[in-house]
């Protein structure tokens, strides 16, 4: 069992950063893949990024290549995503979610067991 609560989000221009923040609890916080996916309103839920178990392997998706990153630390079981350079298209609830899969991170939510309760990021133009 893995809870998950994000933190970090808020208003910022567009061209601004943001550093969000997922804090896990839980005994196996490490062997669980994560991911970050946000829902814009009257749109679907989409994959943003995602790292594996060891923190070695990424995915993100095309939009935000080169301008966010995220990274985590087993030790302190928190996840992160750092997002510069930010658009009003970003503007949505970002979710932290735990996936149990240790190879390649998948982009489907639906391979994701575990999901915070969202935080929202608005970016004003």
């Known amino acids: 069992q893995v809870q998950l609560v994000e933190s970090g989000g808020g208003l910022v221009q567009a061209g601004g950063s943001l550093r969000l923040s997922c804090a896990a609890s839980g005994r196996t916080f490490s062997s669980y893949a994560m991911g970050w996916f946000r829902q814009a309103p009257g749109k679907e839920r989409e994959f943003v990024a995602a790292v594996t178990w060891s923190g070695r392997g990424t995915d993100y998706r095309d939009s935000v290549k080169g301008r966010f990153t995220i990274s985590r630390d087993n030790v302190k079981k928190m996840v992160y995503l750092q997002m510069n350079t930010l658009k009003p298209e970003d503007t949505a609830v970002y979710y932290c979610?735990?996936?149990?899969?240790?190879?390649?991170?998948?982009?489907?939510?639906?391979?994701?067991?575990?999901w915070g309760q969202g935080t929202q990021v608005t970016v004003s133009s």
């Open positions: 979610s735990a996936s149990p899969f240790l190879g390649v991170v998948p982009r489907s939510q639906y391979e994701y067991s575990y």
